[in-house]
């Protein structure tokens, strides 16, 4: 039996992106947290200034042989427009920039060819950025499982429910029961 394996995506403020995955059969853990920056253990206020070149992701455990790492390219590119440059919803800054950081270079080749894919799908170029992942740094705390733990929060009532209705609507055979 193959290991879990891990995948690392951003696509705006990481409550909503975790809340979405979260519905996944098999995906045995979904983590918070910043990638792709300049400074080292970086805090949420850091990153939100911009000036540490961090973008918020979620980092997710998975079962390859119950969900494929295309599933999961699936479902990120539905939560999320991957042709707005650094922005998502109200979120604004290179924090909430789309990006993918791929663990190998089989996770790396399978991004690249649906990116190439899913841009001639759009009238605007998909602006995801795709690179190799250095250093995952987990999110404080308050900010794993924010969905689950705050779901009367207008930003989550807002922002993070409609992508989790989507996930249920679109990807309804890849549901965790």
Same mark, same amino acid.
């Given at each position: 039996?193959e290991?879990?394996?891990? *995948?690392?995506?951003? +696509?705006?403020?990481?409550?909503?992106?975790?809340?979405?995955?979260k519905?996944?059969?098999?995906?045995?853990?979904?983590?918070?947290?910043?990638?792709?920056?300049?400074?080292?253990?970086?805090?949420?206020?850091?990153?939100?200034? +911009?000036?540490? +070149? !961090?973008? =918020?992701? %979620?980092?997710?455990?998975?079962?390859?042989?119950?969900?494929?790492?295309?599933?999961? $390219?699936?479902?990120? /590119?539905?939560? !999320?427009?991957?042709t707005?440059?650094?922005?998502?919803?109200?979120?604004? +800054?290179?924090?909430?920039?789309?990006?993918? /950081?791929?663990?190998?270079?089989?996770? !790396?080749? $399978?991004?690249? *060819?649906y990116? =190439?894919? $899913?841009?001639?799908?759009?009238?605007?170029? %998909? %602006?995801?950025? $795709?690179?190799?992942? =250095?250093? /995952?740094?987990?999110? =404080?705390?308050?900010?794993?499982?924010?969905?689950?733990?705050?779901?009367?929060?207008?930003?989550?009532? /807002?922002?993070?429910?409609?992508?989790?209705?989507?996930v249920?609507?679109?990807? *309804?055979?890849?549901?965790? !029961?």
């Open positions: 039996m290991a879990t394996q891990k *995948a690392t995506f951003g +696509g705006g403020c990481f409550w909503c992106i975790e809340a979405a995955f519905e996944l059969d098999g995906i045995s853990d979904v983590t918070s947290g910043y990638a792709g920056g300049t400074v080292g253990n970086p805090t949420y206020e850091q990153v939100c200034s +911009g000036n540490t +070149g !961090h973008a =918020e992701v %979620v980092q997710l455990e998975f079962d390859p042989n119950v969900v494929a790492y295309e599933d999961l $390219l699936d479902v990120f /590119f539905a939560v !999320h427009d991957p707005q440059l650094n922005r998502q919803g109200p979120d604004v +800054g290179t924090q909430y920039r789309s990006v993918i /950081f791929a663990h190998d270079d089989d996770q !790396h080749r $399978l991004a690249k *060819a990116i =190439e894919a $899913l841009d001639e799908s759009y009238d605007d170029d %998909v %602006v995801t950025e $795709l690179t190799p992942l =250095e250093t /995952f740094y987990e999110a =404080e705390e308050y900010h794993q499982d924010y969905f689950e733990k705050n779901p009367n929060d207008a930003y989550c009532r /807002f922002h993070a429910r409609p992508k989790v209705e989507k249920r609507e679109k990807f *309804a055979d890849k549901l965790a !029961h």
